[in-house]
């Protein structure tokens, strides 16, 4: 078993919905949990991390861990063409990320 | 730009053949890091270093590949007979270990085509 399990997708959606993605993770000794945002050919761009459970805000943007299902979701509003994109959810311990699959998300205009 | 850089942006090299990536981390970075990232799947963890020392080492890197950062600066991924099986992204990171959460910067990436 992976110790992030993401579903790639791909995803797909109308402009303006709001996005839900989603992981799994298997080893509770980790505290800090990332979403990155990879467009094509380049490197991941950090989004957001948050700490513990709970929700996180950040504009269109929405990060949550609930650490008793270990489970990890990024909610994206009102839904960009611009947010067009692989998501990659990573879990950080012992001083390096562990990454999920990565989702592929397209959002038709 | 004040980011992570990587060099060469693509290469491509007959098998057998060695190639080396240079990263130039965030100024202020401490720790370094190096991924490896296939089609379709996620980054993947092959070594750090904390200023020059390399603390963890992945057993994905394999004899063939080294990595040194000499003066805790920039820092080279060296792979030495390249197999077709090396295809793949590597991805230089940089981060300041007092962060809250270590956050982890990543460059753009070097492309590997071995063929």
């Known amino acids: 078993q992976k110790e992030v399990e993401q579903d790639p997708g791909p995803l797909s959606v109308p402009e303006g919905a709001i996005v839900s993605l989603n992981c799994t993770y298997s080893n509770s000794a980790f505290q800090y949990f990332m979403w990155y945002r990879q467009y094509s050919r380049k490197g991941p761009e950090l989004l957001m991390y948050?700490?513990?459970?709970g929700n996180k805000e950040d504009g269109r943007f929405t990060a949550q861990v609930d650490k008793s299902s270990k489970y990890i979701s990024l909610f994206i509003r009102d839904s960009q063409p611009s947010d067009s994109a692989t998501y990659l959810c990573?879990?950080?311990?012992?001083?390096?990320?562990?990454f999920g699959q990565g989702t592929r998300l397209t959002i038709n205009p | 730009d004040t980011g992570v850089s990587q060099d060469p942006r693509h290469k491509i090299t007959k098998r057998g053949q060695n190639v080396t990536f240079r990263c130039d981390p965030i100024s202020e970075h401490n720790r370094l890091y190096w991924y490896r990232q296939t089609l379709g799947q996620g980054p993947e963890f092959l070594t750090y270093f904390q200023n020059e020392a390399q603390l963890e080492k992945s057993r994905l890197l394999s004899d063939r590949f080294s990595a040194e950062r000499p003066k805790g600066s920039f820092s080279t991924l060296e792979i030495q007979r390249t197999e077709q099986g090396d295809s793949a992204m590597y991805l230089c990171?940089?981060?300041?270990?007092?962060?809250?959460?270590?956050?982890?910067?990543f460059g753009e990436g070097s492309w590997l085509t071995v063929v």
């Open positions: 948050t700490y513990s459970s």
């Open positions: 990171a940089s981060s300041l270990a007092s962060q809250p959460g270590n956050t982890i910067y």
């Open positions: 990573a879990k950080q311990g012992a001083q390096k990320l562990v």
